[in-house]
């Protein structure tokens, strides 16, 4: 199929394409096009215009300053998932990123787009809640900083603004190391569930915890009550059986065709439990 007709715009600059935006608050941005092109193609939705972000310079960027890393949203899932840095410094995002979709989409779908999607089954907007990542957008009217905890509001709905492009997500450094876990039923498939864990670990005891749930409701979901258990505990088969309990509190599953309510509950504390074991510096 085709998509109806739209106006193309492809910007310059990050300059040139908020001010479009700004007198087109029904116009839609592109980024790599892997959600937003199938919807268009099968007419689920139709825009009026269509602003390509995609030859703006420098918006693919990764970078360390510091302790922080920094990504442009038009950084490819693939670049994410290959960078030496973040595989040593976050191997939680590089995980997660390898375990997207297939080749094809990682070779072409970008962070920034599958955080802006908005789309819970999407893999990235847990790990960015595990990590506690800020979201700086661009608008017309200047610059704000969004918390990731803050921006993910329902589904296929993030807190940006008309007007507004996400610019760049920073992630600090806080010396910890996570795992991502997800359960799909075919290669390619979206997650039926997944699970991002980052811990802090010092003399054998949390110091900082991160959990953010793929599939487990409307948005992505931070598990703050089983964060905020496990800091200052050891990790223990008993304490993990007890934040596994608190993820079941942040979860809103319902029975549909990928399972009942119950199986989804028993598979999530398993991932969970794997995820948290498959950590480095946690006793096996």
Same mark, same amino acid.
């Given at each position: 199929?085709?998509?109806?007709?739209?106006?193309?715009?492809?910007?310059?600059?990050?300059?040139?394409?908020?001010?479009?935006?700004?007198?087109?608050?029904? /116009?839609?941005?592109?980024?790599?096009?892997?959600?937003?092109?199938?919807?268009?193609?099968?007419?689920?939705?139709?825009?009026?215009?269509?602003?390509?972000?995609?030859?703006?310079?420098?918006?693919?960027?990764?970078?360390?300053?510091?302790?922080?890393?920094?990504?442009?949203?038009? /950084?490819?899932?693939?670049?994410?998932?290959?960078?030496?840095?973040?595989?040593?410094?976050?191997?939680?995002?590089?995980?997660?990123?390898?375990?997207?979709?297939?080749?094809?989409?990682?070779?072409?779908?970008?962070?920034?787009?599958?955080?802006?999607?908005?789309?819970?089954?999407?893999?990235?907007?847990?790990?960015?809640?595990?990590?506690?990542?800020?979201?700086?957008?661009?608008?017309?009217?200047?610059?704000?900083?969004?918390?990731?905890?803050?921006?993910?509001?329902?589904?296929?709905?993030?807190?940006?603004?008309?007007?507004?492009?996400?610019?760049?997500?920073?992630?600090?450094?806080?010396?910890?190391?996570?795992?991502?876990?997800?359960?799909?039923?075919?290669?390619?498939?979206?997650?039926?569930?997944?699970?991002?864990? $980052?811990?802090?670990?010092?003399?054998?005891?949390?110091?900082?915890?991160?959990?953010?749930?793929?599939?487990?409701?409307?948005?992505?979901? =931070?598990?703050?009550?089983?964060?905020?258990?496990?800091?200052? &505990?050891?990790?223990?088969?008993?304490?993990?059986?007890?934040?596994?309990?608190?993820?079941?509190?942040?979860?809103?599953?319902?029975? $549909?065709?990928?399972?009942?309510?119950?199986? =989804?509950? &028993?598979?999530?504390?398993?991932?969970?439990?794997?995820?948290?074991?498959?950590?480095?510096?946690?006793?096996?």
């Amino acid at each position: 199929m085709f998509p109806e007709k739209f106006e193309y715009y492809a910007p310059e600059s990050i300059e040139e394409a908020t001010k479009f935006l700004n007198g087109h608050e029904d /116009a839609k941005v592109l980024a790599g096009g892997q959600s937003l092109i199938p919807l268009l193609k099968l007419r689920f939705t139709s825009i009026p215009q269509l602003v390509d972000i995609g030859r703006l310079k420098g918006m693919d960027s990764i970078s360390f300053q510091g302790n922080t890393l920094r990504i442009g949203p038009m /950084a490819r899932t693939h670049s994410i998932a290959e960078d030496p840095q973040i595989r040593k410094k976050f191997p939680i995002l590089s995980e997660a990123a390898g375990l997207i979709a297939d080749p094809l989409v990682r070779n072409m779908g970008t962070i920034g787009g599958d955080i802006c999607h908005g789309d819970p089954s999407n893999d990235f907007p847990a790990v960015m809640l595990a990590l506690n990542a800020n979201f700086e957008v661009t608008s017309a009217k200047g610059k704000r900083t969004i918390k990731a905890q803050d921006f993910f509001t329902d589904t296929f709905t993030t807190a940006l603004n008309p007007g507004e492009i996400l610019t760049g997500i920073t992630i600090e450094d806080r010396n910890s190391s996570g795992r991502y876990m997800k359960y799909k039923k075919y290669a390619g498939d979206f997650s039926i569930l997944g699970i991002a864990v $980052d811990l802090s670990i010092d003399s054998g005891k949390i110091k900082e915890a991160g959990i953010g749930l793929t599939n487990c409701g409307a948005t992505a979901l =931070k598990a703050t009550e089983a964060e905020k258990f496990l800091v200052g &505990k050891e990790v223990t088969d008993d304490n993990i059986a007890k934040a596994g309990d608190l993820l079941l509190k942040a979860a809103d599953f319902m029975d $549909d065709d990928n399972g009942s309510v119950k199986f =989804k509950e &028993k598979l999530l504390k398993y991932l969970f439990t794997k995820a948290v074991k498959g950590i480095g510096g946690v006793p096996k």
